[in-house]
């Protein structure tokens, strides 16, 4: 880490961003990477580890990565994004970079919610769920990006892990980024906690993230 992490209490993404660093750091490959932050709690990692980093406009992060490995090929390319940058604004860019089988890494941390914001209802919102905008409970089933990731590549790396499994976490990302160094897209979920949104303490946090592994199936595609 460079400075001292300005996510909230409880958030998930420091875990996620401290897995991926210690992988680069081993494998001497920090230097070579570039992280590129969509717009969300997600940019908030811009100065969170020793990388070179950017933002982009929201949902634009995987097609701006996409355009740097094109002009960079010996770079380690990350889009690093929120469950609503990848799966409701940005999911048309997120399609196509997979359908053409784009040589980078995506980096999908999922909540449930947007959080930055305050909350709201998102295309992962579990049905049911109370949020911001649905006090009542959601209504809608929440999509799988990743199964209509799989539909559209067929030899992209696609795999789900959670914070609270750091150790699976870490293969899956060093899985995604040897798919990147052989050619291929790859794209790793993370089910991440969000107390703030959810408005949960202690125990009920891990609680929660294990009802959204009920309904968002662990494992690779």
């Not at 002009?71 to 799966?87: E, I, R, V």
């Not at 998102?122 to 109370?130: E, G, N, R, S, V």
């Not at 959670?162 to 052989?182: D, G």
């Amino acid at each position: 880490m460079s400075k001292d992490a300005k996510f909230c209490m409880g958030c998930g993404h420091p875990i996620v961003l401290q897995t991926l660093y210690k992988i680069l750091k081993n494998n001497n490959e920090e230097q070579k990477s570039v992280l590129g932050l969509d717009i969300g709690c997600s940019l908030l990692a811009w100065d969170f580890l020793q990388v070179n980093t950017f933002q982009t406009h929201h949902g634009r992060v995987t097609p701006t990565m996409v355009g740097f490995k094109r002009a960079k090929p010996d770079s380690l390319s990350f889009a690093y994004t929120g469950d609503g940058g990848a799966y409701s604004i940005g999911l048309q860019s997120l399609l196509w970079a997979a359908k053409r089988n784009d040589p980078v890494t995506v980096i999908v941390v999922n909540n449930s919610v947007y959080a930055m914001t305050g909350g709201q209802t998102a295309p992962t919102t579990m049905k049911d769920q109370i949020t911001l905008t649905a006090p009542v409970g959601n209504s809608e089933e929440p999509i799988d990006g990743l199964a209509l990731v799989r539909a559209v590549n067929k030899k992209a790396f696609v795999a789900r892990s959670s914070v609270n499994n750091p150790k699976q976490l870490q293969e899956y990302l060093q899985k995604a980024i040897e798919s990147q160094k052989q050619g291929n897209f790859s794209i790793v979920e993370v089910l991440s906690y969000c107390p703030t949104s959810w408005k949960t303490f202690g125990v009920e946090t891990n609680n929660f993230l294990e009802e959204l592994k009920k309904v968002f199936v662990i494992g690779e595609y």
